[in-house]
């Protein structure tokens, strides 16, 4: 068997995706997720001027060779541009092997360790009030876990809250918004937000938070340490990974649990926080992590340290990342959660998907490969629109991470 043809599918059904097709001699064709939000054409051009050239002629089924072609072969290695391109191809790479040997994607690696995923839905609300409405939503859906975000008083934007409406969408279409931030008023709500919620809804419900990046180590320490009476499930990123010595701080400082890692891109941004045993979950998506090949590697050496996967799944991510996703937490022993935003209806007019939610949980049919595909005709129709993330200030204009 060998590549014989590639081409990378830029679409926005509501909003921008990015899908490797890579073809072979035998009419077996693959697809892999490549989408980075915000940098979706970056991505494009690294696939299309070298990647896919390079491919053509290659056994698909050489996933580890081929990893390692496009990984240790080139001397500028890393990065989330790179590692998103490396990812699309391992990923359209392992469904093309799954659909030659005619099984599904867990099967090849390790079989069922489960028959379904927990996931975790997202409560956004602008304020106290419209956050516990939110929670009750998600909770009627049969949702065990919830991750709450919350407006704050006296601050304009909160991250996860939209501003109408609509369903939260962080993008927006042109050059980036600019959202303002203020730590001492976030900290001296949360552990209020939190309270209310637990004496709302008991015990039961596992309860998240994503700090997104935004505290210095001693100020995520007493956000942490605060929160330990409403027994969070985890607290995500509650500093910038970059360093990561400053997980140490938290670490001494409190049990809540702490999940980090959706912007890392290798196994060796992990190095220290697993050795070290300074995290509880680790949220390198499949689809900028290397793709089925890397990520396994990072949850078997997370495994030993006794932590848990809690990948990234927002809606920026494709449903060939969310299906490949949920076929990997069927198949490792240690997983903890997976992160689900249902996407709009609009998206599932382009891809067919072969997934489903029920009583808070995801299951994945037993069809060979990954099991999702893509309507080349209906993507056409949607073409790339230019979309950013927003950028950060503090209320004096310093600024400051998003």
């Given amino acids: 068997m060998k590549i014989t043809d590639a081409k990378v599918i830029l679409t926005c059904p509501g909003r921008n995706f990015v ?122 859906k049969g949702f065990l876990a919830i991750r709450v975000q919350s407006g704050i008083p006296g601050i304009s934007d909160a991250y996860g809250v939209a501003k109408d409406s609509k369903f939260y969408e962080p993008a927006h279409k042109g050059l980036p918004n600019v959202e303002q931030w203020d730590t001492s008023k976030y900290l001296n709500y949360l552990p209020y937000l939190f309270g209310k919620v637990r004496e709302t809804f008991g015990t039961d419900l596992h309860l998240l938070h994503d700090a997104h990046h935004r505290l210095t180590p001693v100020e995520a320490a007493r956000l942490a340490k605060e929160l330990e009476p409403h027994h969070l499930f985890w607290l995500e990123d509650p500093v910038t990974g970059e360093l990561q010595e400053g997980l140490r701080l938290i670490r001494k400082q409190s049990s809540t649990p702490i999940a980090i890692g959706e912007v890392f891109n290798t196994i060796y941004d992990y190095t220290t926080l697993i050795t070290e045993q300074l995290i509880d979950y680790i949220r390198m998506p499949l689809v900028h992590g290397g793709g089925i090949t890397h990520m396994k590697k990072v949850a078997d050496f997370a495994s030993v340290y006794h932590i848990q996967t809690g990948f990234h799944g927002a809606t920026d991510l494709s449903p060939v990342n969310l299906a490949a996703a949920i076929h990997f937490n069927m198949a490792i022993n240690n997983f903890g959660i997976q992160e689900y935003m249902p996407h709009q209806e609009i998206v599932h007019e382009v891809f067919k998907i072969n997934y489903r939610f029920k009583d808070g949980f995801l299951s994945v049919d037993d069809t060979p490969g990954i099991g999702v595909d893509i309507d080349e005709e209906k993507a056409s129709r949607y073409p790339y629109e230019m979309a950013c993330l927003p950028v950060n200030r503090k209320t004096d204009g310093t600024m400051f991470y998003w």
Avoid at 80 to 96: E, G, K, N, P
Avoid at 108 to 137: F, P, Q
């Fill in 19 to 140: 899908t490797l097709k890579i073809i072979t001699d035998q009419g077996v064709y693959g697809l892999g997720d490549a989408t980075l939000n915000g940098m979706e054409k970056a991505v494009v051009a690294f696939l299309e001027s070298y990647c896919i050239p390079a491919l053509i002629g290659k056994d698909p089924r050489n996933t580890e060779d081929i990893w390692h072609y496009f990984y240790r072969g080139v001397y500028w290695k890393r990065g989330s541009v790179t590692l998103t391109a490396i990812s699309a191809i391992d990923m359209a790479l392992w469904d093309i092997k799954g659909k030659a040997l005619n099984t599904p994607l867990y099967n090849l690696i390790g079989g069922k360790s489960r028959d379904r995923v927990m996931v975790y839905a997202h409560a956004n609300g602008k304020d106290l009030n419209d956050t516990l409405e939110k929670v009750a939503r998600e909770k009627e």
